[in-house]
């Protein structure tokens, strides 16, 4: 049986594949994208509302539009979720660690700047590996609310989860260890499940990420250059940096 191909790690996963000299493409949506705020119209236009005449009769009415999707936070400790959240856990944790692993091996053999080429040519061989034990997870993004590239901005669904994380910070709390969304694009489409996993500044994040101040000179002007608009700096060891997202395609 044919199984659906893994796009969705794509090149923006890795944080250095961005060196590339080409901007890398919008994101790494899978199937499961969520049309832009107001588009669903334009992206189905069945769905489209007929236009308003004097004598539209109501047999001829279509499909009633859908509207914008329906974002729902499902409880993670719920057993409807439970397998779901694993397989998007299971996927968030083989995903940390590859990046992880290639930024280590690039920091270690010629520091951040050296780093640059090093992953470059590393990513296309990372994010063509897919995840093991056929993984029901369809698609993976890295979204943040203080963004190095505009690429990774979030979509409608993961704002409202990074709404939620920042919240749960802003009072003093730890970031939810995972959040679980279900989003109904309309009343017949199956829903979309995401498996969001708050992703943690650690101390080897700092030196791209920490004080710019204390960046080193040559990998300072390589971030303006790629990234005028870069807000992801000034982060501390620990702080919440972003959120992982996993699409769950049971
Ligand atoms: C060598 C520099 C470097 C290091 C070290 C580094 N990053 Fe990044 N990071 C980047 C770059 C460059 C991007 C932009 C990636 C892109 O264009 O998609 C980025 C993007 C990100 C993003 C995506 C959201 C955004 O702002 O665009 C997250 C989340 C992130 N980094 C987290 C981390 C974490 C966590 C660590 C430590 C484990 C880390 N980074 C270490 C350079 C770095």
Known sequence: MPRRPFAGLALSLLPLAVFAAKAPPPSSYGPGQLPAAGSASEANPKAAKPAPG????????????????????????????????????????VVSKRLLDALNAA??????VAAVEVCQTKAPALTAEKLPNRSPV???????????????APDDAERAALDRVAA??????PPPAVLVQRIQTSDTAK?????????????????????????P??????????????????????????????????
């Open 54 to 93: 004097p004598k539209a009769p109501a047999a001829a009415a279509p499909a009633k539009p859908s509207g914008p999707p329906k974002i729902e936070f499902v409880d993670p400790a719920s057993p409807m979720v439970s397998a779901l959240k694993r397989h998007g856990e299971t996927a968030a944790g």
């Open 168 to 173: 749960a910070v802003a009072k003093g709390e």
């Open 107 to 112: 920091l270690a053999s010629g520091g951040p």
């Open 138 to 152: 369809t698609a993976v993004k890295r979204t943040s609310l203080r963004l190095r590239n505009p690429a990774n």
């Open 191 to 215: 829903p979309e499940w995401r498996v969001y996993k708050p992703i943690v500044a650690q101390p080897a994040c700092l030196v791209c990420h920490g004080d710019p101040a204390a960046q």
């Open 217 to 250: 000179p040559g990998l300072r002007a390589a971030l303006q250059q790629r990234y005028p608009a870069d807000a992801a700096t000034g982060y501390a060891a620990g702080e919440w940096r972003g959120l992982l997202r996993l699409t769950v395609t049971p």
